[in-house]
């Protein structure tokens, strides 16, 4: 009897807990479906004119240039006999097939004038190019400029008749969120003006496309032909786009990203005004801090950009930073990731004078820097200096540099510091990825010139109590900073 009394009351408890759990999830769903769109129809009506399908043709023929002939398979006994045929059609004055080739991409207008933006790999190497509006009617179009770092190109509808076209507007891509809805319209496969749906799924990612890596994340289907077209919000601004796809078979499987607009619209500005895009420059190569790094530099946390090379006579060096300066802070803004100060510099105004904040030897300093216009890589030369003894120092065979290492190993003639000859395969310098060839340039900030001055370096950090030598490693040419422990 208690038995049956006790699953009664149960069940009592249990039909008001699921018309309370009923009642929640309705609320719930009421609360979900209130910042959820009932359809995207308006707002694809809407955006759809200003939305354009951007056509490009490459002529292949060249009167000197196999290229685009068929070709065998190397060693195929069919090798010789195309290269004989072809060559023989040329000697006789046949004239090569001539041989083009087209390929599709998304656009978007943003002036009535007819200026149309893209991806710059959309319209790359193309003789020709055309836009197709929603309604099919078709344009020539020329190029204004391209900035290849991002990914953006700015073409000109060739408008004779004065024709005023449909247009859409820039948005904040700053104030996007995770989780907000977006649209994307474009060409996928040809098949143009499709229009797709989805959420931001992440911002900043960095794909390794290119040093200002920022990019937006949605899981609104994009494919192939959709690259330049855009992404909207749900007031129709353009607030990214579409560039790039993560996918294993081609198709879409929910990973596409977007340029920023915010990024994309200075971008394109300065296209339109000087035919080309003028970036910040520093005059510094940076990596990553590391937390072996950060140790043996006192610092409290792994973050901001080490510099692991300065260019000689560039703003930096100007100023009074140095290889081995990690900035934390530069014109306000907080670098807690290294990527994050290339895209801060090259967004500061040419000629600016900044405020720059490193960590050096245990403290803050503050520099003035003068940001000045990037143009192109210095190379720092250095002093060169030789030698010959050898000595094994943290599982390293190091030696100084002599001649015949400048031979065998193609070192830069300027090459100085300590060449590892062979490295212990479990030992702690090789974990951190040293390799044999490379030149150790610095250890603990000083320029090394002898296996005994190394020596003496890891006795003084050891008597520091340090557990960590920081060494500035020179790879063909390529140099970076290594935090390895002291065995």
Same mark, same amino acid.
Request: hydrophobic fraction near 40%; glycine fraction near 10%; avoid cysteine.
């Given at each position: 009897m ?10 009592k ?20 479906s ?27 023929s ?7 002939m ?6 195929s ?22 041989r ?19 991806n ?19 344009f020539?179009a020329k ?6 770092k991002t ?6 509808i ?20 995770v ?21 931001i799924?992440a911002?900043?990612r960095?794909?390794g ?23 909207f ?12 796809i ?15 607009s915010? @990024?994309a ?5 300065? =296209?339109? %005004?000087?035919? !080309?895009? $003028?970036?910040?420059w520093?005059?510094?190569? &940076? ?6 790094i ?5 610092l409290p946390?792994?973050k ?9 006579d ?20 907080d ?7 290339p895209r801060?510099?090259a967004?500061t ?18 520099f ?7 143009l192109?890589?210095?190379?720092t030369?250095?002093t ?21 290492d400048?031979?065998?190993?193609? @070192?830069n ?5 300590? =060449?590892? %000859?062979?490295? !212990?395969? $479990?030992s702690?310098?090789?974990?951190r990825? &040293? ?19 190394f ?14 030598v ?9 140099r ?8």
């Amino acid at each position: 009897m208690k038995i049956i009394s006790f699953i009664s009351h149960n069940k009592k408890n249990l039909y008001l807990l699921t018309v309370v759990f009923l009642s929640l999830l309705f609320l719930s769903e009421t609360s979900l479906s209130a910042g959820r769109p009932d359809s995207f129809a308006d707002l694809a009506v809407k955006l759809k004119p200003a939305v354009v399908n951007v056509s490009t043709t490459h002529d292949l023929s060249s009167p000197h240039s196999f290229g685009d002939m068929p070709k065998a398979p190397p060693g195929s006994p069919f090798e010789e006999f195309f290269k004989d045929f072809f060559e023989k059609q040329q000697e006789n004055g046949n004239p090569m097939p001539r041989r083009r080739t087209q390929s599709l991409g998304s656009g978007f207008i943003i002036s009535e004038a007819g200026i149309v933006i893209t991806n710059n790999h959309v319209i790359a190497d193309a003789d020709e190019i055309k836009v197709i509006l929603d309604d099919k009617r078709s344009f020539n179009a020329k190029l204004i400029g391209r900035d290849k770092k991002t990914d953006i190109a700015v073409l000109q509808i060739e408008n004779n008749n004065k024709v005023k076209f449909p247009f859409v507007n820039w948005g904040n891509s700053d104030t996007s969120r995770v989780g907000d809805w977006v649209i994307a319209i474009g060409n996928p496969f040809g098949l143009g003006g499709s229009v797709t749906a989805g959420i931001i799924s992440a911002r900043g990612r960095n794909i390794g496309s290119g040093p200002y890596d920022n990019f937006i994340q949605t899981d609104a289907s994009i494919n192939r032909g959709n690259s330049g077209g855009p992404m909207f919000d749900l007031d129709g601004q353009v607030i990214g786009i579409n560039t790039a796809i993560f996918s294993p078979s081609g198709g879409s499987v929910g990973i596409g990203f977007a340029i920023p607009s915010n @990024l994309a619209n200075r971008v394109v500005d300065q =296209i339109i %005004k000087f035919g !080309k895009t $003028q970036r910040g420059w520093l005059g510094v190569q &940076i990596q990553t801090v590391s937390e072996e790094i950060a140790e043996s530099l006192s610092l409290p946390e792994p973050k901001g950009a080490l510099i692991s090379r300065i260019s000689k006579d560039g703003p930096a060096s100007k100023a009074g930073l140095l290889p081995g300066d990690i900035i934390l802070d530069f014109d306000g803004k907080d670098v807690n990731e290294m990527r994050q100060l290339p895209r801060i510099v090259a967004d500061t105004d040419i000629g600016k004078n900044v405020k720059v904040t490193v960590w050096r030897k245990g403290a803050k300093k503050q520099f003035n820097v003068i940001v000045g216009e990037l143009l192109e890589t210095v190379n720092t030369k250095v002093t060169k200096k030789t030698g010959t003894k050898s000595m094994e120092i943290l599982g390293m065979t190091l030696s100084t540099i002599n001649e015949k290492d400048r031979t065998t190993l193609k @070192l830069n003639e300027n090459a100085t510091g300590l =060449i590892v %000859k062979s490295i !212990k395969a $479990q030992s702690s310098s090789a974990q951190r990825g &040293i390799r044999v060839g490379d030149v150790i340039v610095e250890a603990n900030q000083v320029s090394l010139s002898s296996p005994n001055q190394f020596l003496d370096i890891l006795k003084s950090l050891k008597i520091d109590g340090k557990k960590t030598v920081l060494l500035m490693i020179d790879r063909k040419g390529d140099r970076r900073f290594v935090g390895v422990r002291i065995e």
